[in-house]
Nanobody, 115 residues
Framework: QVQLVESGGGLVQAGGSLRLSCAAS????????INWYRQAPGKQREWVAT???????NYADSVKGRFTISRDNAKNTVYLQMNSLKPEDTAVYYC?????????WGQGTQVTVSS
């Protein structure tokens, strides 16, 4: 089983940056693909980015070129560096671990971007 805890959210002005962290406990973290999702008020949860167990990355078009996902398997942590933030990036951000067995979710961290 994997437990995930997100951190690093907060309030930032448009154009600013934040780095989110997703810290995992449990075994075999390195075999999981880690995904970031976000959910804005009144909207469905949407996929943001993925980093595979092999380190390959993929991004939603809305964040491509502004967000960077990375992982440090030694620290059991995945990061989401968010630059050039826009008000429409405001949401609760969740990380999720996918691999053998069920998908594990964190509790989310709030990101608010003011205009």
């Amino acid at each position: 089983q994997v437990q995930l805890v997100e951190s690093g959210g907060g309030l930032v002005q448009a154009g600013g940056s934040l780095r989110l962290s997703c810290a995992a406990s449990g075994s075999f973290f390195s075999i999981y693909h880690i995904n970031w999702y976000r959910q804005a008020p009144g909207k469905q949860r949407e996929w943001v980015a993925t980093i595979t167990s092999g380190g390959n990355t993929n991004y939603a078009d809305s964040v491509k070129g502004r967000f960077t996902i990375s992982r440090d398997n030694a620290k059991n942590t995945v990061y989401l560096q968010m630059n050039s933030l826009k008000p429409e990036d405001t949401a609760v951000y969740y990380c999720a671990a996918s691999g053998p067995g069920p998908v594990y979710w964190g509790q989310g961290t709030q990101v608010t971007v003011s205009s």
